[in-house]
């Protein structure tokens, strides 16, 4: 008689990916929640404070934040959107890249003020009404992460890499993702997801 517990075994490395890429792109709020969860959040007792509104994934936002705010604490602490991840804090590992009116920006370098009037898009909000965006799709297929904490910032280089015209071949690739840094070493694959995703992309 079988054990019980052998189905669990049968989980496969990429179903994991796939339910996990499903999860940070469902993750994106309703506008009203993320006015609640802006609004539940005190601003500092000392700084600037400043109002900002600006598109964040197709929503309108209004915030009081703090002058001093960073892109990515105000994303993180004030939206609740955590796909872009802190890692150094100094705009060298690209793990908080967003696109600010359509071009990638280090939020962690970003002044939060500076994205007044303008459009904010995270890897929250790149899923289409089909399901997964091709490049997520592409960094399932070959496997383009291992621990997974760059992957949201890889994902929104590339899409940007591509629409910026430097996915045309892979040391081009290269080139213009060198800022977004892999420390568990998966550039293999993410080039390789990059390369499959570009024509969908450039035809859309």
């Given at each position: 008689m079988s054990d019980p517990d052998d189905r669990f075994l049968e989980i496969t490395r990429r179903q994991v990916l796939e339910t996990g890429m499903v999860v940070t792109v469902?993750?994106?709020l309703p506008v009203t929640a993320l006015a609640q969860a802006s609004n539940s959040q005190p601003l500092p007792e000392n700084g600037v404070t400043v109002q900002v509104s600006?598109?964040?994934?197709?929503?309108?936002?209004?915030?009081?934040?703090?002058?001093?705010?960073?892109?990515?604490?105000?994303?993180?602490?004030?939206?609740?959107?955590?796909?872009?991840?802190?890692?150094?804090?100094?705009?060298?590992?690209?793990?908080?890249?967003?696109?600010?009116?359509?071009?990638?920006?280090?939020?962690?370098?970003?002044?939060?003020?500076?994205?007044?009037?303008?459009?904010?898009?995270?890897?929250?909000?790149?899923?289409?009404?089909?399901?997964?965006?091709?490049?997520?799709?592409?960094?399932?297929?070959?496997?383009?992460?291992?621990?997974?904490?760059?992957?949201?910032?890889?994902?929104?280089?590339?899409?940007?890499?591509?629409?910026?015209?430097?996915?045309?071949?892979?040391?081009?690739?290269?080139?213009?993702?060198?800022?977004?840094?892999?420390?568990?070493?998966?550039?293999?694959?993410?080039?390789?997801?990059?390369?499959?995703?570009?024509?969908?992309?450039?035809?859309?």
């Open positions: 469902s993750g994106i600006f598109q964040i994934n197709g929503h309108p936002m209004a915030l009081d934040i703090d002058g001093r705010a960073s892109l990515l604490d105000m994303l993180r602490e004030r939206l609740g959107l955590v796909g872009a991840k802190k890692g150094c804090d100094h705009g060298q590992c690209g793990a908080c890249t967003v696109h600010v009116d359509g071009r990638r920006v280090a939020s962690c370098l970003t002044l939060a003020a500076k994205v007044d009037g303008r459009e904010v898009t995270t890897i929250e909000g790149i899923d289409g009404a089909d399901g997964l965006h091709p490049m997520q799709q592409a960094f399932i297929d070959h496997d383009a992460l291992q621990c997974g904490y760059c992957t949201p910032g890889q994902i929104m280089a590339a899409i940007a890499c591509v629409k910026e015209g430097h996915a045309s071949t892979p040391e081009d690739i290269r080139e213009y993702m060198s800022g977004n840094i892999c420390r568990c070493g998966a550039y293999v694959g993410i080039v390789a997801a990059i390369e499959q995703a570009a024509p969908q992309i450039e035809r859309g």
